[in-house]
């Protein structure tokens, strides 16, 4: 099985290129914190509305808390045609790569 998990200082720079993050966690979890600019699209909503969020050319990467949802998620978009879909792991990790400050789990 193919290594979809892109490390997170290589999603940095390809967010700032312009590839999309998906936010896969719940709502609850997206409004407490979340890294600035993903796309909020929650993985059991996926498959109804991933196509709302990103087109089959977009480069794409999934995250959620640990980066199990991101995997599958990943792994279903490019099963349905997004050629360029990652896994971003987990959220400590690509805000500690975005350079964002939070304490308590709340942000600052």
């Known amino acids: 099985m193919e290594d979809l998990f892109m490390d997170p200082e290589e999603t940095f720079a390809r967010v700032q290129a312009g590839a999309k993050l998906l936010d896969l966690r719940t709502a609850a979890e997206f409004s407490r914190l979340a890294v600035p600019g993903a796309i909020h699209a929650p993985y059991s909503r996926l498959q109804d509305e991933a196509f709302d969020h990103v087109t089959k050319g977009d480069t794409v990467i999934c995250y959620c808390i640990s980066g199990a949802r991101g995997d599958e998620a ?24 975005f350079d964002v400050d939070f304490e308590d789990g709340t942000g600052t």
């Not at 990943?74 to 790569?97: I, T």
């Open 74 to 97: 990943a792994r279903w978009l490019r099963r349905h045609g997004v050629e360029n879909a990652f896994n971003g792991g987990g959220l400590y990790q690509l805000l500690d790569a």
